[in-house]
């Protein structure tokens, strides 16, 4: 028997058709097209398989992940500030945090929302904490990109930081050369490794390398090691 990962891969026109492919050892890919896009499972798990693909769901504008964002607009694409950005923000109470395609990935995807999640608790209050405590600016930044398509990334994550009775987006540039930090509208952050270690995880772990000082960022945490 070849040796086989499971693996969840969303968007996959280019690659299978809708329907169900056994192989040796009880291996199952199974592929479906929910709202136009194609969502295929490998695994060895019958009952995990059925859970996921039933859990898939379409983006919709009313979600707090909409289909259409802002920061599709491009680098120029800052928050509304709101009160003062995060520093007007009470005792939080929950992080939505919404990851896009953006440039290439964004064009030959059917829906630029990559991942959702939802944080809340002693985690939420930790990471919102850890972007407020990153030195103003904006960086660690790698310049000569030798690829402008990929300058500014093809992906990024938009936070909605909640304290029960305001919201505050936080934009979160991290996988290109250029533009990187915690942006609220208000005031431009480094990223750091502990507030981007709370964020790529789970569902929202990058697909493509990191590069430079962010992916040494991100490969620092020994669990990654």
């Excluded at 026109?13 to 329907?19: D, E, K, L, V």
């Excluded at 009880?26 to 996921?52: F, I, K, P, Y």
């Excluded at 964020?199 to 020994?222: A, E, R």
């Amino acid at each position: 028997m070849a040796e086989r990962d499971a693996y969840l891969w969303f968007d996959t026109a280019h690659f299978a058709s809708p329907g169900i492919r056994c192989y040796d050892g009880g291996w199952v890919e199974e592929t479906r097209e929910v709202a136009g896009v194609r969502v295929s499972v490998m695994t060895d798990d019958d009952a995990l398989r059925e859970r996921l693909l039933a859990a898939v769901r379409p983006v919709v504008d009313d979600t707090d992940c909409p289909a259409w964002h802002r920061i599709l607009d491009g680098i120029a694409a800052r928050p509304d500030p709101g009160r003062f950005g995060l520093a007007g923000i009470g005792s939080v109470e929950s992080v939505t945090v919404c990851r896009y395609a953006l440039g290439r990935l964004g064009k030959v995807m059917n829906n630029p929302v990559m991942s959702l999640s939802t944080i809340t608790g002693g985690e939420a209050t930790r990471l919102v904490r850890a972007i407020c405590a990153a030195p103003q600016g904006s960086g660690p930044d790698i310049p000569g990109c030798p690829w402008p398509e990929d300058v500014y990334g093809m992906e990024a994550i938009v936070l909605t930081v909640r304290d029960g009775e305001h919201a505050q987006e936080v934009f979160v540039r991290y996988s290109g050369y250029e533009g990187h930090g915690f942006d609220d509208g208000h005031t431009r952050r480094w990223l750091t490794t502990e507030a981007l270690l709370a964020l790529l995880k789970g569902p929202h772990w990058p697909i493509h390398d990191l590069h430079g000082p962010v992916s040494k960022m991100v490969w620092s945490d020994p669990a990654r090691a």
